[in-house]
């Protein structure tokens, strides 16, 4: 489907699509620099933890400057490093070319010159909060779901709206933001079940808060993606859980109430009959009668 937001819409996204495109552009950065360094057969991200930290600059400034001995570079770096001097010296044992020199040079200049506007983000942030003022409600419920943190809630109702009246069903918004299945069929052979394309910033998104909510320990979205990892891969356990995200995203904006998490007791008991229901099938098809009858309410809540 074609979704054209309003106005007031257009101005959320061009707010919230900013920021993303700042931390963005330092994230990209950050790994031009890293290829830089692998070329001169210097192994930096194998000591520091981050290239464009305190000790990380230190080493880039001096390399940038012409310095060469591994053991003069060691020296630079941060007293708490973890990394042994040995090791700090044959991780930045190297050779680096001038040219090397100087895009390192410029990369690290637009490295300070993004994190320059990254400060100043707090003018994006400001009217962003101010613009979206009359939507705080809606924020607050979606903030509420495992996962999803106030910048994500944000960016939500920028793409979708604040009660995402413009989609008739969360089927409709997952295939329009892109994390349906897909099916492509040729004379009856399914030959690609890749997701459609969809809105890339909500794609992107969601992936980031469904691994956030996979590692919210006893979530709903953790539970989902320890029971689909089995049979679908890592991957797409989590891109599933995406799905579920959005499906949730949906019914809270849509229809105005708030995430209440599944009881666990109740999840509990139908993953007990679910087993119960595959032994039996096992016994069925080696020739016994088998059946299933509830247990007393007193008896299991007793035994749990």
């Keep these: 489907m074609s979704y054209v937001p309003g106005p007031e819409q257009r101005e959320w996204r061009l707010l919230s699509r900013t920021r993303i495109a700042v931390v963005e552009s330092i994230v990209r950065l950050r790994n031009q620099i890293e290829v830089v360094l692998e070329q001169a057969q210097i192994k930096l991200t194998s000591v520091v933890s981050d290239v464009l930290g305190l000790s990380g600059r230190r080493i880039l400034r001096a390399l940038i400057e012409g310095v060469t001995d591994p053991a003069q570079l060691a020296e630079l770096a941060h007293h708490r490093l973890r990394s042994s001097r040995e090791t700090l010296v044959n991780a930045l044992t190297g050779h680096i070319t001038n040219a090397q020199r100087l895009v390192l040079k410029m990369q690290l200049e637009q490295v300070e010159q993004m994190e320059q506007m990254e400060r100043h983000m707090d003018e994006l942030e400001y009217p962003l909060a101010q613009a979206q003022a009359s939507c705080q409600d809606a924020i607050t419920r979606l903030c509420e779901i495992p996962g999803v943190s106030a910048g994500a809630a944000q960016q939500i109702i920028a793409e979708i709206g604040p009660d995402a009246q413009a989609f008739e069903s969360a089927a409709q918004l997952a295939s329009w933001v892109g994390v349906s299945p ?16 969809g809105n890339r910033v909500l794609r992107r998104l969601l992936s980031q808060s ?56 109740t999840l509990d008991r139908q993953a007990i009959l679910r087993k119960l229901k595959r032994a039996a099938a096992d016994l069925r098809r080696f020739g016994y009668t088998v059946s299933i009858a509830p247990p007393d309410e007193q008896q299991y809540s007793q035994q749990t």
């Design 210 to 265: 469904a691994w956030a909510a996979i590692a919210r320990k006893g979530s709903e979205a953790q539970r989902r993606y320890r029971r689909w990892i089995i049979r679908m891969g890592a991957q797409k356990a989590a891109w599933a859980v995406a799905h579920y995200l959005l499906r949730v995203i949906w019914k809270i904006l849509h229809e105005h109430v708030r995430y209440v998490p599944p009881d666990s007791a």
């Design 182 to 197: 897909g099916r492509q069929e040729s004379a009856g052979v399914s030959t690609s079940d890749r997701s459609p394309k």
